[in-house]
């Protein structure tokens, strides 16, 4: 199975306003490389920094690069995200690792931009190895470098082994403040999942989820099929996803409806 990145993440991240100063941020870039590179010689797992402006990513792979076929040096791949690993990851945890991501954004974006350095992601993901078995792997996440009109620039995602084979349920996703320690609690990003849809949109979504016809839903809701209609495209435009069954699921894991 493939799997793709979102069409919500990708439009939030790469239809941002990137100002008109590549030449200056080249030197920038050319640090955070370099970093990465040596804390990847260190760490010997995997790294992905993406630059979101030019829609593209800088791959470093140490030993753990053998688990996705990846050689032990620098890649470049003209996407910001690395669809070739999240293909080899379970459907249902990549399907939970972009929601946390999702608020990871939009938690990104409520803060002023030299406090976002201060937050990371962190799940557990089953991925398939080389020998075709899903086994746990670690996956962190942060955003170090937004620019001064507040766009996130750079992304950097961490892949290694996960210390805990033991199975799970769901990807035990947390954001946390890594200058405190704190896991945030749901309830402090979660926030912003309500503010996606208006109530009536809310309320249309959910009886898509039950498999109710525009016509009953119209019904129901004491609306014209043609406003039923309308707010599916709203749900559509506004996830940012491919059609209403995209967001149902999308719209279930952020418990925007039940």
Same mark, same amino acid.
């Given at each position: ?24 941020? $080249? ?6 490389? %370099?970093?990465? +590179? $040596?804390?990847?010689? !260190? =760490? ?9 402006s /030019?829609?593209?990513?800088?791959i ?7 688990f996705?076929?990846?050689? +032990? ?8 995200? %690395?669809?070739?690993?999240f293909?080899?990851? *379970?459907?249902?945890?990549?399907? =939970? ?8 954004? +939009? ?13 990371? /992601?962190?799940?557990?993901? &089953? ?12 996956? &962190? ?5 937004s ?18 084979? =033991?199975? #799970?349920?769901?990807?035990?996703? &947390?954001? !946390?403040?890594?200058?405190?320690? %704190? ?7 979660? #926030? ?7 109530? &009536? %949109? ?13 016509k009953? !839903?119209?019904?129901?809701? *004491?609306?014209?099929?043609? /406003? ?6 709203? !749900? ?13 699921? /999308?719209?279930l894991?952020?418990g925007?409806?039940?």
């Amino acid at each position: 199975m493939t799997t793709t990145v979102p069409q919500e993440l990708s439009s939030m991240l790469l239809g941002q306003a990137f100002l008109n100063d590549a030449e200056n941020r $080249q030197e920038t870039l050319a640090a955070y490389k %370099e970093q990465v +590179q $040596q804390y990847v010689a !260190i =760490e010997n797992n995997v790294a992905v920094l993406s630059d979101f402006s /030019t829609n593209s990513s800088y791959i470093y792979a140490g030993a753990f690069g053998h688990f996705f076929g990846l050689p +032990q040096s620098g890649t470049i791949i003209e996407s910001a995200f %690395e669809d070739f690993i999240f293909n080899k990851i *379970h459907p249902d945890d990549i399907a =939970e690792r972009h929601v946390l991501e999702l608020r990871y954004i +939009q938690l990104q974006n409520s803060l002023p931009a030299h406090e976002r350095i201060k937050y990371s /992601t962190c799940c557990t993901l &089953r991925a398939l190895n080389p020998q075709g078995s899903y086994v746990p792997i670690t996956h &962190r996440m942060l955003y170090p470098k937004s620019l001064v009109n507040g766009s996130i620039w750079l992304a950097l995602c961490l892949y290694a082994p996960a210390a805990n084979n =033991e199975p #799970q349920k769901g990807i035990n996703g &947390r954001i !946390i403040n890594t200058e405190t320690g %704190e896991v945030l609690p749901v309830e402090a990003y979660s #926030q912003y999942d309500r503010q996606l849809l208006s109530t &009536r %949109e809310a309320q249309v979504l959910a009886l898509i989820a039950k498999g109710i016809a525009s016509k009953e !839903i119209a019904g129901q809701l *004491h609306i014209s099929a043609y /406003t039923v209609n309308r707010h599916r495209q709203n !749900i559509i435009s506004k996830m940012q996803v491919a059609n209403t069954a995209e967001a149902v699921k /999308t719209a279930l894991m952020m418990g925007i409806i039940e």
